[in-house]
């Protein structure tokens, strides 16, 4: 627990570090580090300045006691032994690859196909899926579900065949036909 609790904030204090003020006394020691400043210890070279890394986050003053205070939050006991037993932080995980298995988040979708995933599987969510679906509601059942996948997927092929076989055919050339020489 305290290696994954140091590893957390290792990561804050990194980002809040300056030339003046080098907080990296919770980065991992060593030449494989992570931590440049690290690193460059272990290699026994001056740590190079903080203001010509590339640090693709840093805190200002301000902002390091509103911040420091979530990191302490999400670092308390009863947080690190969650993430030991391997159960996730978030309890909405579940509906939200369900949310996302029907509306790819890879590609674009307007408001009305993410409202309607969403609303899709929040019903799934809450009442299953044999319940949820709109057909079984209708009074269709099982075996007209299936059916009807099984004529989706014939007309599915027969489109993914159709442009195959146009490009199979040659054009008729008029200069060339039998008994015609």
């Known amino acids: ?45 001056p740590p190079p300045s903080h203001t010509t890394m590339k640090v693709k986050f840093q805190l200002q003053p301000d902002d390091f006691n509103k911040v420091h205070e979530i990191y302490k939050d999400l670092t308390r006991d009863d947080m690190m032994e969650r993430c030991i037993q391997g159960r996730t932080q978030n309890p909405n995980e579940s509906l939200h ?28 969510y809450n009442v299953g899926y044999e319940r949820s679906c709109l057909d ?25 065949k159709a442009p195959r076989s146009k490009k199979r055919k040659t054009v008729v050339d008029t200069s060339y036909e039998a008994g015609g020489h």
């Open 1 to 45: 627990v305290e290696t994954m609790r140091n590893g957390i904030l290792a990561s804050f204090f990194h980002c809040f570090s300056t030339d003046d003020n080098p907080e990296h006394h919770l980065c991992p020691p060593g030449s494989a580090s992570w931590c440049f400043y690290q690193k460059a210890l272990a290699d026994n070279l």
């Open 97 to 124: 690859q369900r949310i996302w298995s029907y509306c790819n988040k890879a590609l674009y979708r307007n408001k009305w196909q993410v409202d309607f995933a969403v609303s899709h599987a929040i019903a799934e």
């Open 136 to 160: 079984i509601q209708l009074g269709y059942g099982r075996s007209s579900l299936n059916q009807k996948r099984l004529k989706d997927m014939d007309r599915i092929m027969q489109t993914l």
